[in-house]
């Protein structure tokens, strides 16, 4: 597929550092996934992603609420240290 036509778009400064700084690395540029996103939309017809309203992240933050009532505060170091290995597992140490 030839690549001739030039899509300009202005983002905040530091997002564009932060998700260079990913994207680098994953192996990609900027541009790449751009690409990958457009090309996916077409292939889905749609965003390649659900979008959702903050009424869901409202609700998800409530039923926490509720649950760390009956959280053990001694296990909430080892749950953080487990979110925390897992975290760089699937992305690595950044």
Known sequence: MKTD???QVRIDSQLK???ESLYERLGISIADAVR???VQSLEVQGLP???KSGFTIHRTLHAYGIANKYA???LIPLEKDAWRKAVV???GNS
């Open 36 to 38: 990958m996103f457009v």
């Open 5 to 7: 036509a030039v899509l």
């Open 72 to 74: 053990n505060p001694s």
């Open 49 to 51: 992603f659900d979008v």
């Open 89 to 91: 597992k699937k992305y």
């Open 17 to 19: 550092k932060d998700v």
